[in-house]
């Protein structure tokens, strides 16, 4: 089945020490998202690729990073998380700008001691 | 600034009754609106969506309304199951734009045996 896939689903990390969420996608699609989703909240996009033509949010902090090296795969870097980092980071997917589903992955729960 | 707002945070409702679940959004350039469920541990999945030339969309036991005039939008289920007892969250985007989803900060459907 084409699908969203994100590893780990849950990761643990120390305050201050880079992280690294994958997702890759087995449909081929275009634009590759990412989103921040904390408790009772909606998710919150922080960027997204079209291709290779990346996209950041105006209010996504500079400790969020983001790489695509080939169409099926996008990784979130976290380079010094903090404790308000904690949250569910989702990765979703889109054949391209003309079509408004998107798919979603599982998510990753991040947690920051 | 909120655009997409679920004002309800939690919703109960009786198995075989309507659930109601209600979308408030501010900017009129939203033309596109989707409804998505989330159980937990799952990422968001694509239940319905409506175009704003539209005023309702059905799709078996779901129907989603559209006021634009009011810009409120609802989610009608019925019959209600189990099942479906998840977190019902409400998106809108610009079709077209790169400007993506933007989602509400969703309601907890539980559907009472």
């Known amino acids: 089945d084409a699908m969203v896939i994100q590893n780990p689903r849950y990761q643990v990390t120390q305050f201050g020490k880079p992280v690294t969420l994958s997702c890759s996608q087995t449909l081929n699609h275009n634009v590759m998202y990412w989103y921040q989703q904390k408790s009772s909240q909606a998710p919150k996009l922080l960027f997204h690729y079209y291709d290779k033509d990346f996209n950041n949010e105006a209010d996504t902090p500079d400790n969020f990073q983001s790489r695509r090296p080939n169409t099926s795969f996008c990784f979130l870097d976290i380079r010094s998380p903090g404790l308000g980092d904690a949250a569910m980071y989702l990765c979703?997917?889109?054949?391209?700008?003309?079509?408004?589903?998107?798919?979603f992955g599982p998510g990753t729960r991040l947690t920051v001691l | 600034d909120q655009q997409v707002k679920q004002n309800s945070p939690s919703l109960s409702v009786q198995e075989g009754r309507i659930s109601i679940l209600n979308c408030d959004y501010t900017?009129?350039?939203?033309?596109?609106f989707l409804w998505y469920k989330k159980y937990p541990a799952e990422g968001p999945t694509f239940l319905i969506s409506i175009s704003s030339i539209k005023d309702k969309n059905e799709d078996g036991r779901f129907t989603v309304f559209l006021n634009k005039s009011a810009k409120h939008l609802s989610l009608h289920i019925v019959p209600s199951q189990p099942g479906d007892s998840a977190v019902y969250f409400c998106?809108?985007?610009?079709?077209?734009?790169?400007?993506?989803?933007?989602f509400g900060s969703g309601t907890q459907l539980t559907v009472l045996p």
């Open positions: 998106a809108a985007r610009i079709s077209g734009s790169a400007r993506q989803l933007t």
């Open positions: 900017n009129s350039m939203f033309d596109y």
């Open positions: 979703a997917t889109a054949r391209s700008y003309s079509y408004n589903e998107q798919f």
